[in-house]
């Protein structure tokens, strides 16, 4: 096991890039079992998610090359099975992704049931619900879910209930290949849907109004695999313009779609830092003087709820009183206790935390509960007084590529080291 441990009190300055999207590699990875030819996926960061779901996609027969720096061979010919097991998906809820594709590709899949996490119980209700108006016979047993589409799939006109990205993006797989028009109402509108519709209509689907709140996907008989760069990651670009802001620094991200941040932008333009945007990346400048702001998580293009720990460190140091409301995820406050116990004010009414920033914060050791909650006690760590040490960071290393480097690169005192 290891142990991040930082000493706090150094303004960042300096320029990074920004990595390739976790949360648009691992569904457009699990769509590349479509293609009945080879796939070369580009800007595909160095993340334990990425090796978990290449495992998953070993198990079930394909071949998944990485070519340095940052490629993916992906050649799903010699697909042998259908079923992605317990260990697997209990890893990364993600690995569920590859039921749509499967059914899609194989009209048939027998996923273990993802189990909850830190952050919530994560039902697939939605997905299920999918999978079903497309023709598929779903049946749970075992703590696996088993779908069945022995006829192949039908599109049908689905609403969801609640726009689900999981659920969106299994849905847009399975009907790319179905017989007929899907349309997909209520879907969510992330950035890295479009991007999966992207790397869909490359491998030869028919998808229109990924982004917005209806989709559109006429089934084609069969899907190529296809060449595609995956888009920057929104949240690893936002985790450092936090990291900016609350460190008083002065900071250059490259390989950043500033569209795609209007709400944190706009967040962190309302507390006083200067965000400057430019055609490839932004910088970010602050004076270390900020203004409490209240945010409210929301589906996009809403705050996005992946950025709410983040934000909530910066205001635990910025004086005044601001209010995080946590509306996708039921139980998304787990950095809360540990931030307190760097001496942070904070006091949790449901889904709401109202915080009442401090002069300092104190280090002290952490733990890192889940991907987004660690990346927040880092940030706290940057400012505050001492050493902190933040334990668990194999969740960290789901989702940021070569975090040590790049805050090393920007001035940050951190170190990785084994917790001994
Ligand atoms: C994706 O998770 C992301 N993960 C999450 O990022 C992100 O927080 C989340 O979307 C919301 O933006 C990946 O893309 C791999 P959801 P997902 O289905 O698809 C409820 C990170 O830190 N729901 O939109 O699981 C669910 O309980 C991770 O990078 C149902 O009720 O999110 C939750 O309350 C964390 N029934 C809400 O919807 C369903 O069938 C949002 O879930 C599905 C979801």
Redesign the pocket.
């Known amino acids: 096991m290891e142990k991040l441990v930082i000493t706090g009190g150094n303004r960042l300055s300096g320029a990074i890039k920004i990595s390739g999207a ?2 648009a590699l ?2 457009i990875i699990a769509a590349s079992i479509l293609g009945k030819t080879p796939s070369i996926l580009q800007e595909i960061p160095d993340l334990e998610d990425v090796r978990t779901i290449s495992e998953v996609l070993h198990e079930l027969g394909l071949t998944v090359r990485r070519e340095e720096p940052d490629t993916l061979v992906i050649d799903s010919s010699s697909i042998s099975k259908c079923e992605a097991p317990y260990e697997l998906v209990r890893k990364m ?2 690995s569920f ?1 590859v039921m749509g594709s499967l059914l899609g590709r194989c009209g048939q899949a027998k996923i273990s049931l993802p189990g909850g996490c830190a ?10 619900k999918g999978f079903e108006a497309l023709g598929a016979e779903i049946v749970l047993g075992h703590g696996y879910i088993e779908a069945r589409a022995p006829q192949g799939l039908t599109g049908a006109r689905i609403y969801l209930d ?6 969106t ?1 299994n849905i847009m797989m399975a009907a790319s290949t179905a017989k007929g028009q899907t349309i997909l109402e209520n879907p ?1 509108e ?1 950035p ?1 849907i479009v991007d999966l519709a992207t790397y869909l209509n490359t491998m030869g689907a028919r998808i229109r109004g990924a982004g917005t709140n209806v989709i559109k996907i006429e089934g084609v008989a069969e899907l190529r695999g296809a060449t595609h760069t995956v888009i920057p990651d929104r ?1 690893e670009a936002g985790t450092y313009m936090v990291a900016a802001a609350i460190t008083g620094g002065d900071i250059r991200l490259d390989n950043v779609l500033v569209e795609h941040l209007k709400p944190v932008i706009a967040k962190l333009k309302e507390a006083g830092v200067t965000v400057d945007e430019d055609i490839n990346g932004v910088r970010v400048r602050s004076s270390g003087k900020l203004k409490p702001v209240d945010i409210k998580t929301l ?2 293009p809403g705050f ?3 950025m709410q720990s983040q934000f909530m460190s910066l205001m635990a140091v910025t004086a005044g009183t601001s209010v995080v409301t946590e509306t ?3 139980n998304r406050f787990m950095h809360v206790d540990e931030l307190k116990r760097m001496g942070a004010h904070i006091k949790i009414e449901g889904r709401t935390a109202v915080i009442e920033g401090v002069g300092k914060l104190t280090g002290c050791p952490v733990k890192a509960t ?3 909650a660690g990346a927040a006690l880092v940030l706290a760590g940057l400012v505050a007084d001492g050493q902190t040490e933040v334990g668990c960071i194999h969740h960290i290393d789901r ?1 940021y590529d070569n975090l040590v480097g790049k805050f090393r690169t920007l001035g940050a005192d951190i170190v990785r080291t084994p917790t001994g």
């Not at 952050?119 to 299920?128: A, F, M, N």
């Not at 609640?162 to 659920?167: L, N, T």
């Open positions: 976790k949360n691992l569904p809820r993600a992704l952050i919530g119980t994560r039902p697939i209700d939605l997905h299920l609640f726009p689900s990205v999981g659920a993006e969510a992330e890295e949240i589906p996009y996005p709820t992946d996708v995820f039921e889940d991907l987004r989702g």
